[in-house]
């Protein structure tokens, strides 16, 4: 089995501008998902998708593989990650390489390592799986959920039976981290491709290892966790 890890990073992002290359313990955050992809052993490809020659050139410094630049069409505000895989994975196919398995890794990710990674492809294995995605559980119950109307009127969820009910007593709920995506590279070529209409399994990651950096508070938080 022939894999690409691809970690997508632009260097349009505008509540935290280029965050993708901030000094997170004194390394770049990218570093972070090229080494515990690198370290995981999962890959004969580790590469960076970006629009960037500034980011390219430290994500090769970083041990990553940037063999051409992103297009201007898929380095937009719009631009979905599958996407970038699909333009990725086409050039990869003109240069006459293919794959069977693509690992999406989010570089705003850094507390996922190379185990997740290893467990990811692990249980892709022993489940016979079609696709692979981290998920975390929610931190709080769903059932104690509610939606506000006008004038913030609460309403729906929190009248339901469940409302009051124990933690305990109540159905655990998940959530994508996005930390991991592994899916088949041969299928997400197809433009309506689904993620979830495939055999989908999730790889449950712990919520420390699962901080998602969109803000500078989250950025704070995941270098307090990386100095623990």
């Known amino acids: 089995m022939k894999n690409i890890a ?35 052993g999962c890959f004969d ?11 390219a050139e430290i994500a090769r410094e970083g041990g990553a593989d940037v ?16 996407d970038v895989i699909r333009e990725v994975l086409a050039r990869y196919e003109a240069m006459g390489e293919t794959f069977d398995y693509v690992a999406l890794l989010q570089p705003t990710s850094p507390l996922r390592d190379e185990e997740d990674i290893q467990g990811a492809f ?7 799986a079609e696709s ?3 998920i975390v559980e929610v931190e709080h119950p769903i ?41 088949p590279a041969d299928k997400v070529m197809n433009p309506e491709y689904d993620l979830y209409q495939e055999k989908c399994f999730g790889y449950v990651m712990k919520p420390e290892k699962s901080v998602d950096i969109d803000n500078r508070a989250d950025l704070e938080y995941a270098e307090f966790l990386l100095k623990k």
């Open 45 to 55: 490809t580790v590469m960076v998708s970006t629009d960037s020659e500034k980011y």
């Open 132 to 134: 692979i995605t981290s």
């Open 6 to 40: 691809i970690i997508p990073a632009r260097s349009g992002s505008k509540g935290l501008p280029d965050k993708n290359i901030m000094k997170v313990k004194g390394k770049p955050l990218i570093q972070y998902t090229i080494e515990a992809a690198l370290k995981s």
């Open 143 to 183: 059932q104690w959920c509610f939606r506000l109307e006008e004038r913030e009127q609460i309403t729906e969820l929190a009248t339901s039976p469940y409302s009051h009910a124990r933690r305990q007593d109540l159905d655990t709920y998940y959530r994508e981290n996005g930390a991991i995506f592994v899916v």
């Open 67 to 82: 063999p051409f630049l992103r297009s201007s069409d898929n380095a937009g505000d719009y631009s979905s990650s599958w």
């Open 122 to 128: 692990a249980k892709l294995k022993e489940e016979g």
